[in-house]
């Protein structure tokens, strides 16, 4: 049975996959999630890989789950150990040689954010408005204790590897995402990975508001011919 390495996003908080870790766990699997100094200016993107490496150890059936931010993880560490498939959940598609930071103007993200914020009648960017919207207020304040603010150092790193791994790679999006709009996550993964993704309801934070979904389908792996 597979390993899931459970990646977070902006931040490095582990806890956003709290609740999509226990179904996990409660399927039988091994679950690793990954805690990340994302507000340490020293750190970023390769020693978030290497504390991602360093949870792996000697694994060779790993299955890696990234969220937000994380996906500019994910390719760093693939180049590093063998991994069984990559899941994708909200999460930024980065190129070669590309930071987090230019990300953003490179797939259009700012004008996609901005026009469906036109559409859907809500205003400019704000952490309630954007990833709070769809989130229960009594999970919101247990997460409370466990937020921290991504230095610098996280944007402005760069995702230095050469290819997007020969592995199976899922993307599993929300509907309702106001951070990173359906659209957006579909245009870039056909473009960059060359997959349709799949869409469940809820936002970017689609691990606590729909944690059993998103185990479920991160399960899927377990239940495939394709392994």
């Known amino acids: 049975m597979p390993t899931f390495v459970l990646i977070p996003g902006a931040g490095g908080s582990a806890w956003v996959w709290s609740r999509v870790a226990r179904f996990l766990f409660e399927a039988g ?6 805690d990340l100094p994302g507000d340490d ?6 020693r978030y890989a290497e504390l991602v490496v360093d949870a ?5 059936d790993v299955v890696l789950v990234a969220g937000s931010l994380g996906g500019f993880t994910v390719p760093l560490v693939c180049e590093r150990v063998p991994v069984r ?7 930024m598609i980065p190129d070669p040689g590309e930071t987090a930071r230019d990300w953003w103007a490179h797939t259009g993200a ?24 769809d989130v229960d207020p009594e999970v919101a ?18 995702c230095d590897f050469t290819a997007w791994p020969a592995v199976k790679i899922r993307v599993l999006v929300g509907a309702d995402d106001r951070f990173f709009p359906v659209g957006l996550q579909r245009r ?23 944690p059993r979904s998103v185990a479920d389908y991160v399960l899927q792996t377990t239940r ?3 392994f």
């Open 56 to 60: 792996v150890g000697s694994r060779s």
């Open 29 to 34: 699997h091994e679950v690793i999630a990954v």
């Open 85 to 91: 498939e990559v899941v994708l959940v909200n999460a």
């Open 110 to 133: 700012f004008e996609a954010q901005e026009e469906a914020a036109r559409a859907g009648g809500y205003g400019p960017f704000d952490v309630a408005t954007y990833f709070l919207h």
């Open 224 to 226: 495939s011919g394709d």
């Open 188 to 210: 870039i993964a056909r473009d960059r990975l060359g997959v349709e993704v799949d869409v469940l309801p809820g936002g970017h934070l689609l691990p606590l508001v729909q």
């Open 41 to 46: 200016e020293a750190a970023g993107l390769h």
């Open 141 to 158: 304040a247990e997460g409370e204790p466990y937020q921290r603010a991504e230095a610098d150092v996280g944007f402005e790193s760069v």
